[in-house]
C-alpha cells in the first residue's frame, strides 16, 4: 500500500495526530456492487459489524461477495485522531486500524459466518502486519457493537486457535473490543478492487488455509 512507513508500534492518544472536526470530503456515492448506500441510517432489520484485517481493498471485496451483505465500505477505526486522513493513517500516527464496516441481513447472514470469513481470510497471528504489508493499520480487528458480538468473536477466536496451531502458527493476536467511531476513507478507495474501478488491482491479502468451526463453541459465557 501507498505511504506506509512500516510503523509497527501503537501510537498514544498523547501522540498522535490531533485530526480535524470534520471529514475532508464528502461520501455520497452508492456501493460499486451492490448499489445500496454506504453510510446510515440503514434499513430495519440490518446489522453492523466491523472488522480489520489488512488491506482494506482485498477485505472489502472478501465481503461483498457475501449473501446477505447490504453493504459494505472501508474506514479507519481502533485509533485517536478524529476524521483521519488516508496518509495520516499509514503513517503510523493515528492509531486507526485499515477497517470493513459490513451491514448484513442476520436472518440470512448471521454475524458467525462472517467471523468465520474474517477469520479464514487473513493470518491473525501476525500482529501489526499481513504479508507484506507492515503497519499498526493492518492490525487484525474485531470492533463489536452488542455483548453478543463480543462473545462470538472470543469464542471463535477460541475456536481457532487449535487450528492455527496445529499448522505451526502462533497466538492469535487479534483485538477485540467494543466498536468506537468509524470514519469512512475517502471515495476512491470505496469498492476499490470492483470490476467497474480496478480488475486488475493489487490484493495481498490471503488466508492460512486453516479451517475456523462454528457453532461449536460456547458464546453464552
Known amino acids: 500500500m501507498l505511504f506506509n512507513r512500516h510503523k509497527t508500534e501503537l501510537v498514544s492518544a498523547e501522540q498522535a495526530l490531533p485530526g480535524r472536526a470534520a471529514a475532508p470530503f464528502t461520501l455520497t456515492q452508492p ?12 434499513p430495519a432489520g440490518l446489522e453492523v459489524a466491523d472488522f480489520g484485517l489488512g488491506c482494506f481493498w ?8 457475501l449473501p446477505g451483505v447490504w453493504t459494505t465500505l472501508v ?17 503510523g ?3 486507526h486500524t485499515e ?20 477469520w479464514e481470510a487473513h493470518d491473525p497471528t501476525q500482529g501489526n502486519r499481513q504479508g507484506n504489508d507492515v503497519g499498526t493499520q ?8 452488542s455483548p453478543a458480538q463480543a462473545a462470538a ?25 467494543p466498536a468506537g467511531p468509524f470514519y469512512p476513507a475517502e471515495p476512491y478507495h470505496q469498492q476499490y478492487l470492483s470490476d467497474a474501478k480496478n480488475p486488475n ?3 495481498g491479502l490471503g488466508g492460512t488455509g486453516a479451517s475456523c468451526p462454528i457453532g461449536v463453541a460456547r458464546t453464552d459465557g
Open 138 to 145: 493492518y492490525r487484525s480487528a474485531v470492533y463489536t457493537h
Open 201 to 203: 488491482g493489487y490484493c
Open 153 to 177: 468473536a472470543e469464542a471463535t477466536r477460541e475456536a481457532f486457535q487449535p487450528a492455527l496451531s496445529a499448522i505451526g502458527l502462533g497466538p492469535i493476536t487479534t483485538e477485540i473490543a
Open 31 to 42: 456501493h460499486t456492487v451492490l448499489g445500496n448506500p454506504l453510510t446510515g441510517p440503514y
Open 58 to 65: 482485498g477485505a472489502e471485496r472478501t465481503f461483498w461477495k
Open 99 to 118: 477497517a470493513v464496516r459490513v451491514v448484513h441481513d442476520p436472518a440470512v447472514l448471521p454475524y458467525e459466518t462472517l467471523l468465520k470469513t474474517f
Open 75 to 91: 474506514g479507519y477505526q481502533g485509533g485517536h485522531t478524529e476524521n483521519p486522513t488516508y496518509e495520516e493513517v499509514c503513517s
Open 93 to 95: 500516527r493515528t492509531g
